[in-house]
């Protein structure tokens, strides 16, 4: 009865795992367009709507990941066969990698955008909105 509970439960909370994993990436990809959509059409630099768009891509998938991870250990905590030991090694270590290297991208290209000056219809876009705020406030 007991050893039935919890593989019930542990089945649920796989499954919410998965059901997080996949709402956290189509959130992303949601958020990543919109970023792109606002770029493209009211700035005229493409490179920059690329790289928010990346970076907030790259942050759902890394988070997506780890759910996943999450979910996949613990399909195999109830009763598990060396079979599927040694494919939960390799999923995990496969998913490892991904999120390592999604990690590294996202530290540089957001590196590389700190870095980099502003043009200057971004500084004058800034400068509206610091006045825009500016005005509201002293209404």
């Known amino acids: 009865m007991f050893t039935h509970l919890v593989g019930t439960l542990n089945s649920w909370v796989v ?3 998965q059901l997080l994993a996949l709402f956290v990436i189509v959130t992303g990809i949601v958020k990543a367009l919109i970023i792109y959509g606002r770029h493209i059409f009211t700035n005229s630099s493409s490179a920059i709507a690329f790289q928010g768009s990346r970076l907030e891509l790259g942050y759902a998938f890394s988070l997506g990941l780890s759910f996943l991870v999450g979910g996949s250990i613990l399909k ?21 990698v991904l999120n390592y290297l ?18 200057s219809d971004e500084q004058s876009d800034i400068s509206l909105s610091l ?5 509201n406030s002293n209404d």
């Open 76 to 96: 195999t905590t109830i009763a598990p066969s060396w079979n599927d030991i040694g494919q939960l090694g390799a999923i995990i270590i496969l998913r490892t």
């Open 102 to 119: 999604l990690l590294q991208a996202i530290d540089k290209s957001s590196n590389d955008s700190k870095g980099q000056p502003l043009s």
């Open 15 to 17: 499954s919410l795992c």
């Open 131 to 135: 006045k825009h705020i500016a005005s």
